[in-house]
C-alpha cells in the first residue's frame, strides 16, 4: 500500500505546454504540501492545504495552481511551463490536529523536464 | 521565525566509522525537529523526531539524533557507517505551536568510502 502516490513519475514537454501533476494520500492525513526541489537538491514549499483550504502560497508565479478536490488528493497544474520549471516535485502529507508530531510523509517525486 | 543550518554539503567516511551530520536550529518558540533521509530518485523519508520528550532520540536505521537546547543543535550520529547509508540527508525545523510549515535544511550528501 502506497502512502503518499503521485503521477506521473516522469514529464517531458516542451516549453509553454500546461500539464497537471496529481498526488494522492491514504493516510487520513489532513494536510498536503507541494515542494519543488532544484538540481542542488534545495527543498522549497510551494503550497499547503489543510482540509481542501489553501493555508501556505509562498512566492510562486501564478502559473502554478493546485487544486484539493478533497483531503486525499491535491493536484498541480502548471501553464505556460519554462525551462526554469524543470524541478523535481514532491507531494507531501501531514497531520495537523493538536497532539500530532507533524511529520510529513513524501511522494516519490515527480521529475519535470522542459525542454 | 524558524530556520536551519546544515554544516557541511557533503560529508564523506569510510565504512564502519562514525557518521555525524551537523545540524543547528533558530527557533523563537519550542521547536519540533526531524531528520529525513533522500535515497537517489526517492523521495524523502523520515529518520527521526524530537517533540519535546526525550532530548536522546532513537531512529531507523541505527540513527540517532540529541537535541541541546543550549546549544540549538540537533546532530545525527551512527556509530558505524554502511555503505547503504550514502544518501542525502535533510535537517527540518517546525514550530510545535503551529504545524502550518516545515523548513527545511539544505542537505547534506552522506558518502561512504570501502
Known amino acids: 500500500d502506497t502512502a503518499v502516490s503521485q503521477t506521473p513519475k516522469y514529464l517531458v514537454t516542451q516549453m509553454g505546454n500546461d500539464k497537471s501533476i496529481k498526488c494522492e494520500q491514504n493516510?487520513?492525513?489532513?494536510?498536503m504540501y507541494w515542494y519543488k526541489q532544484d538540481s542542488k537538491k534545495f527543498l522549497k514549499i510551494m503550497f499547503s492545504?489543510?482540509?481542501?483550504?489553501?493555508?501556505i502560497n509562498e512566492t510562486v508565479p501564478n502559473r502554478f495552481s493546485p487544486k484539493s478536490p478533497d483531503k486525499a488528493h491535491l493536484n498541480l497544474h502548471i501553464n505556460s511551463l519554462e525551462l526554469g520549471d524543470s524541478a523535481v516535485y514532491f507531494c507531501?502529507?501531514?497531520?495537523?490536529?493538536?497532539?500530532?508530531?507533524?511529520?510529513?510523509?513524501f511522494g516519490p517525486g515527480t521529475r519535470l523536464t522542459v525542454t | 521565525a524558524q530556520s536551519v543550518t546544515q554544516l557541511g554539503s557533503h560529508v564523506s567516511v569510510s565504512e564502519g566509522a562514525l557518521v555525524l551530520l551537523r545540524c543547528n536550529y533558530s527557533?523563537?518558540?519550542?521547536?519540533?525537529l526531524f531528520w529525513y533521509v533522500q535515497y537517489p530518485n526517492q523521495g524523502l523519508q523520515l529518520l527521526l523526531k524530537y517533540t519535546s520528550a526525550a532530548t536522546l532520540v532513537k531512529g531507523i536505521n541505527g540513527f540517532e539524533a540529541e537535541f541541546k537546547k543550549s546549544e540549538t543543535s540537533f546532530h545525527l550520529t551512527k556509530p558505524s557507517a554502511h555503505m547503504s547509508d550514502a544518501a542525502e540527508y535533510f535537517c527540518a525545523v517546525t514550530p510545535y505551536s503551529s504545524a502550518s510549515k516545515i523548513i527545511f535544511g539544505s542537505g547534506t550528501r552522506l558518502s561512504i568510502r570501502p
Open positions: 507531501a502529507s501531514s497531520q495537523k490536529a493538536s497532539g500530532s508530531s507533524y511529520e510529513q510523509y
Open positions: 492545504y489543510n482540509n481542501k483550504e489553501l493555508i
Open positions: 493516510l487520513g492525513h489532513d494536510t
Open positions: 527557533s523563537s518558540v519550542p521547536p519540533y
